[in-house]
Nanobody
Framework: QVQLVEYGGGLVQPGGSLRLSCAAS?????????????MGWYRQAPGKQRELVAS???????NYADSVKGRFTISRDNAKKMVYLQMDSLKPEDTAVYYC????????WGQGTQVTVSA
């Protein structure tokens, strides 16, 4: 059993900021399973495929898609089983539903959180 719940999205003007949060729970992420998982934030814009925008390993460097590098920051709190995405300097093209999940392979997807960047 696994549950991923994303929240923190909303409507923001271009240049604005949002902080997304993802709570992981369920027996799959019990014990150390969350701590050793490479976690990521994905997004899916209307009519487009879901894409990985940021990932964070248990240790080591974070990785970002070129389109968000320098604007987004991913972080995690293993004690709380939480993953965060700080999004700054938002652009209209960042508009999408954002999801978090484990990488390779992903587990059951959550509902995601809508981010809309518009004036």
């Amino acid at each position: 059993q696994v549950q991923l719940v994303e929240y923190g999205g909303g409507l923001v003007q271009p240049g604005g900021s949002l902080r997304l949060s993802c709570a992981a729970s369920g027996s799959f992420f019990s014990g150390i399973m969350f701590n050793i998982a490479v976690m990521g934030w994905y997004r899916q814009a209307p009519g487009k495929q879901r894409e990985l925008v940021a990932s964070i390993p248990p240790v080591g460097s974070t990785n970002y898609a070129d389109s968000v590098k320098g604007r987004f920051t991913i972080s995690r709190d293993n004690a709380k089983k939480m993953v965060y995405l700080q999004m700054d300097s938002l652009k209209p093209e960042d508009t999408a539903v954002y999801y978090c999940n484990r990488l390779s392979p992903p587990v059951d997807w959550g509902q995601g959180t809508q981010v809309t960047v518009s004036a």
